[in-house]
């Protein structure tokens, strides 16, 4: 018999949900950084094995929304919650439960969660975590996501835990949900978070354009928007050398996940407020299409 899970990532921003996912999968298929708020939608990760298949969601951290975008955000994580088999509460070791009390409460309804204690190469481990886990009933795993310690003890966990189904979810060779234009897209925005101060990337998205793949080269077109015309120049920059970096950083990332060579043309246009907008933020939502 074979058995599968849906598996979903939930916790407050920049815990290292992400990053852990990428270290299940041996990709760098999430976009992750030092910045909040770096994943805006759900993404799923699939990984499978002759009798085995997670189905991961990563998913963006929880916040209180502050405008549109947010409030898709949070609805979100409400989402994957209820669509999970297993919870997986991601936490910072240093932290205490008490900042986390709203996601615990929202956490503890689901019936099936590992408590995930990340970041155990820079922080001490408040001793909160394990009463947490003990008062609840859950897992708890200590892990360092970064560089995959003990990431393998956490997917026993999860095969001791999935349920047993007549068929996987998705193919086996399937790695995501998302298209390759969306990849793109999160690529660029990564860069994006690396190179400009925390305002600007937080208040741009990326939208392709154009992709065009031929023999030897995939060809890109993407546009980067920003919300307030003060924004374009700092995403140029002085004699266009932002946007340059912004590029030729991007495009070098891409050339490694495609392994392919890249041509990617960048340009900047404004919508203001684009992350109130309701017609923009339910365009972003089109990216889907599944490849391996
Ligand atoms: N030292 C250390 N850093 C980590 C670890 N895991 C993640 N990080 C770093 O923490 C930062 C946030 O990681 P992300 O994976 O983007 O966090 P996230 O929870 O997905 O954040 P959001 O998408 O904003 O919700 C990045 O700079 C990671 O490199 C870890 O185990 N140790
Ligand atoms: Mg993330």
Redesign the pocket.
Known sequence: MKKAAYVAFI??????????LNSILKEHL?I???K????REKILGIDTYDDFQFVYQ?L??YINPHNELQKKMKEDVENGIKDADIIIF?VEAGEKRESYSELISIVQKHPDVILVV?????QNIDPGWEELADEMGWNIIT?????GKRVDRLKDILEEKAPEVESFYYDKDYLTDRSERFIVKEYIRETSLEIYRSEIPHELFVDVVNMIEEEDIIKIKAIIYVARNSQKGIVIGQNGKMIKKLGKESRIKLEKFFSKKIFLELNVKIKEKWFNNESILSGMKKDYGVWE
């Open positions: 916790g407050r921003p920049n815990v290292g949900k992400s990053t852990l999430c992750t950084s030092k909040h708020q770096t994943t990563d963006p951290g991601m990340n970041k155990i190469d820079i892990l360092c996501a970064l560089n």
